[in-house]
């Protein structure tokens, strides 16, 4: 995965990781699996429902998204890779999600799908390219599809 240098990052070993971010979500994989693909220091994920900062709030936000969402399939349909420097490169993808949601106590679940606009930085750790920051932007749904789970912020805004 790795360049001359060692630690050098490339286009390929950017996008092995997109990929297997990707496919450990839609398998579900162990939350190990995913936090192998992450940074310790400087982690940022801005996410739909929350922002996540350690590998503590990682689990959490996993842990909650995989007793809610199921049969996932994440399609990346466009990944632009910019190398910034010998070991961090800046990603932009566009990625249809669709999955089944079951929020309790409903007694069915529902059918979500979107399409996403996704940033991230990306790192060299350990020889291998780490998701550092990650920000999912504007999305839009699928003609059909149920909304996702309110986020936080909604919940918050709600109650106050």
């Known amino acids: 995965m790795t360049g001359g240098a060692g630690d050098q990052i490339t286009e390929a070993a ?3 990781l997109v990929r297997d971010w990707f496919a450990a979500l839609d398998r579900h994989d162990d939350v190990e699996v995913l936090l192998g693909l992450l940074t ?3 982690l940022v ?3 739909p429902q929350r922002t996540v900062r350690s590998h503590d ?3 959490s936000w996993y842990d909650d998204n995989i007793s809610t969402y199921f049969d996932e399939v994440h399609e990346v349909l466009d990944v632009k890779v910019a190398a910034t420097s ?3 490169a800046e990603v932009s993808l566009r990625v249809n999600w669709q999955s089944r949601m079951w929020v309790p106590p409903s007694p069915n679940s529902a059918w ?3 399409t996403t606009k996704e940033t991230w930085s990306v790192v060299t750790r350990d020889g291998r390219p780490k998701i550092r920051t990650y920000t999912v932007g504007g999305s839009t749904p699928m003609p059909g599809s149920a ?3 309110a986020t936080e912020s ?3 805004s709600a109650a106050a």
């Open 14 to 16: 950017v996008r092995r």
């Open 40 to 42: 310790t220091a400087g």
């Open 45 to 47: 994920m801005h996410l």
């Open 57 to 59: 709030d990682f689990r």
């Open 86 to 88: 010998p070991l961090h």
């Open 112 to 114: 979500v799908g979107l």
């Open 147 to 149: 909304a996702p789970r």
């Open 154 to 156: 909604a919940h918050e």
